[in-house]
């Protein structure tokens, strides 16, 4: 019962403290980027004529009407700008720049694969050409020239 009761006391002093906060300004330090988005679409939405012409009581009560068109209406809403934005940026160039590493070591390791199977069908070429022997079992003379001869 005693947490119950904290609690419901904590809700209140919260459920107050935003009453408060809403009955003195509404306005209260907005970041920089909400104000620069709402200022241009003010200015984009009323009429250069109704600024000049209108008296203040008019203007405020036309922006008034503007504001709650703004907010009402979905497709007018601009989307608040990704506070990640530069993270996601970062990380997406070094996954880039990883899988490009990753895939020049990998055409390197090909690379050199190819060359040693190379290397070893042609030493077996030869080594096939060195070891052939006559019907007594004597080498053959001629391959071993004639390897003898590609040399020089």
Known sequence: RQ???KLISKAKIKQE???TLKKEDKNLLLPTFYHEIFDSDIIERSPASSLSNDSTKEKGRKDLKDKKEIKKSKINRKSKPNPFYKVFQ???RVQRERCAERESIRQERQFCKK???AYNALR???KKKLMKCNYKGQPVMKSRIDHILSKI
Do not use: Q
Request: aromatic share 14%; glycine share 0%.
């Open 115 to 117: 060359k040693r199977e």
């Open 17 to 19: 403290y935003y009453k």
């Open 124 to 126: 077996n070429k030869t």
């Open 90 to 92: 970062k990380r997406e």
């Open 3 to 5: 947490t119950r009761k």
